[in-house]
């Protein structure tokens, strides 16, 4: 990416590379994105689904993704009260392109990737 393509401004700090990869700088951010490419789900089942997250945690998380418009939340007007979370369009099309890749890498290249950390840690 050069700034002759008009996608970086004056300071590489401010190029929206960065803008999109600090969607991946919070560790459960792709975690809840990937909990919620099945479909909506209540925050227990997004807890359940993903397993060694605490409340406070997925709150952060979840406000987060909503202030970025990842997620979307619906409040149903029933008794007692019901709240989905969802991908928005622009959610589900980070879920099913940069982060289908992502994680199509990490398969194909997970033994390279660990063996070079093991090697670092022994040196």
């Known amino acids: 990416m050069t700034d002759h393509e008009g996608h970086c401004y004056e300071f590489v700090a401010d190029c929206r590379l960065r803008a999109a ?3 991946f700088a919070h ?6 994105l990937a909990a919620l490419r099945a479909g909506p789900r209540r925050r227990r089942e ?5 397993g ?8 952060d998380t979840l ?6 418009g990842l997620v979307d939340r619906h409040a149903h007007a029933e008794a007692p009260p019901r709240v989905e979370y ?4 622009l959610g589900q099309s980070l879920v099913e392109g940069p ?4 994680g ?6 997970s033994d390279e990737l660990l063996e070079a950390q093991d090697n670092a840690t022994i040196g």
């Open 21 to 23: 990869t600090d969607l």
């Open 27 to 32: 560790t459960w951010d792709p975690v809840v």
């Open 46 to 50: 997004l807890r359940a689904a993903i």
């Open 52 to 59: 060694g997250m605490s409340d406070k945690v997925l709150t």
């Open 63 to 68: 406000h987060r993704l909503l202030s970025s």
């Open 86 to 89: 969802s991908l928005t369009r």
């Open 99 to 102: 982060m289908v890749a992502l």
């Open 104 to 109: 199509r890498w990490a398969v194909e290249h």
